[in-house]
């Protein structure tokens, strides 16, 4: 069973910044597209950016375009989520998802990543 493990989530505050980290636990696994989705108190969880295998396409939410930046490392089978100039409506916990290794692209639907972590929680204060 693989398992995402998702860290650096945290308590800051409006204006700050944070980087999330996502990598797999247990024995080395190949990933296909990887992405970030949250779910916020009372809501549904939503997309917020994906990236493809090699890193050459990239989709943002549109709240979050130039303030968050994804990227992943290959070498470290790693995917990374670089939040700033944050608001208190990025409150939320966050999701690390995972396609197979034979689904490279980048998908903002929660229905294409079969690997899922548990969450991280980013609470941003005012």
């Known amino acids: 069973q693989v398992q995402l493990v998702e860290s650096g989530g945290g308590l800051v505050q409006a204006g700050g910044s944070l980087r999330l980290s996502c990598a797999a636990s247990?024995?080395?696994?190949?990933?296909?597209?990887m992405g970030w989705f949250r779910r916020a108190p009372e809501k549904e969880r939503e997309f917020v950016a994906s990236?493809?295998?090699?890193?050459?396409?990239?989709y943002n939410e549109d709240s979050v375009k130039g303030r968050f930046t994804i990227s992943r490392d290959i070498a470290k089978n790693t995917v990374y989520l670089q939040m700033n100039s944050l608001k208190t409506e990025d409150t939320a916990v966050y999701y690390c998802?995972?396609?197979?290794?034979?689904?490279?692209?980048?998908?903002?639907?929660?229905?294409?990543?079969?690997?899922w972590g548990q969450g991280t929680q980013v609470t941003v204060s005012s």
């Open positions: 998802g995972a396609r197979g290794l034979s689904y490279g692209s980048a998908s903002n639907s929660e229905r294409a990543y079969i690997y």
């Open positions: 247990g024995r080395t696994f190949s990933f296909g597209g």
């Open positions: 990236i493809s295998r090699d890193g050459g396409t990239v």
